[in-house]
């Protein structure tokens, strides 16, 4: 098999899109016998003619069309591959891939990214929101680098390695005017609430996690009249008096509005840290970002 390059194959895929050489030549900024030796050493490659040739068009034949979603997956392989590299060498210039939970997006991921990139400008994140569980399994599967979760996890100090940063006093919230509404801050046991409707966040969510936890120590089910992805969301129907919920005590986006925050008694918190894979292998800029982040 004759051999070609990524360059060749790139000219394939864009007269493939374009039909036409002349103009893809130009777009390219190549001169056009350039760009016909590239096709050329694609097809003797695969040992066939691509294209239809009739005057300047070129138009995939069945033998084209059957290559081409293959040239692509190989240039994004290789791409893919470079990038794996890339992340293995340079601590500037390489991707950091960090997953966070839903309500950390409005504090402390900005904070750390506004601070670190600063400093490191050419770094690539690649972010993903979602539920703690579901970020966890991403990290175990090397689907991402890092992620900022809570509460620490059960496979933390075996599989995941984890870094506490924060630690949330929570609280039983209710609606203002509401029979368990104490004046300030009054600690509560929760089995108080135990009859009561719940807002709550989805199952694998960090704060229902806690509170699937924290209940079923004490005895009782929580009944669910409405769950979300979002604190602020039960915040809100917390206080327009749909029911109760769990939230951390002091969250700076969770302004207690037409609602009362009761800490637990016996107290309980929220953890809030970073996890990793245990035994990943070393990569720069995940590296100098995870010690930025451990010494903040």
Do not use: C
């Amino acid at each position: 098999m004759s051999d070609f390059t990524p360059t060749d194959l790139r000219g394939f895929i864009a007269v493939a899109a374009s039909g036409h050489l002349t103009d893809t030549a130009d777009a390219l900024g190549v001169p056009q016998p350039t760009l016909t030796r590239r096709i050329r050493r694609v097809e003797a490659a695969v040992g066939a003619d691509l294209f239809d040739r009739g005057g300047r068009r070129l138009s995939l034949n069945a033998r084209g069309r059957a290559f081409l979603p293959h040239a692509v997956r190989m240039l994004d392989e290789l791409a893919d591959g470079s990038a794996k590299v890339a992340r293995l060498m340079d601590p500037e210039r390489g991707t950091v891939r960090l997953d966070f939970m839903h309500s950390l997006g409005t504090w402390m991921v900005p904070d750390l990214l506004r601070d670190y990139r600063a400093r490191h400008r050419l770094v690539d994140f690649r972010l993903h929101q979602g539920a703690a569980q579901v970020l966890i399994d991403r990290v175990l599967d090397d689907a991402s680098d890092l992620a900022l979760v809570g509460p620490r996890p059960e496979e933390a100090g075996t599989e995941l390695g984890w870094h506490q940063l924060r630690l949330q006093r929570l609280a039983l919230a209710v609606p203002e005017g509401h029979r368990l509404a104490e004046p300030g801050a009054v600690p509560i046991d929760l089995r108080e609430a135990s009859e009561e409707n719940f807002i709550g966040m989805f199952p694998g969510y960090g704060t229902r996690l806690l509170l699937d936890r924290i209940s079923a120590d004490l005895g009782f089910t929580p009944t669910l009249v409405f769950e979300s992805m979002e604190l602020t969301t039960v915040a809100g129907l917390v206080s327009a008096g749909l029911g109760v919920a769990l939230l951390p005590l002091d969250d700076p986006y969770l302004a207690p509005v037409g609602l009362v925050l009761r800490p637990l008694d016996p107290p309980a918190h929220r953890e809030l840290g970073l996890v990793w894979r245990a035994g990943a292998e070393p990569a720069p800029p995940v590296d100098l970002f995870r010690q930025f982040v451990m010494q903040r």
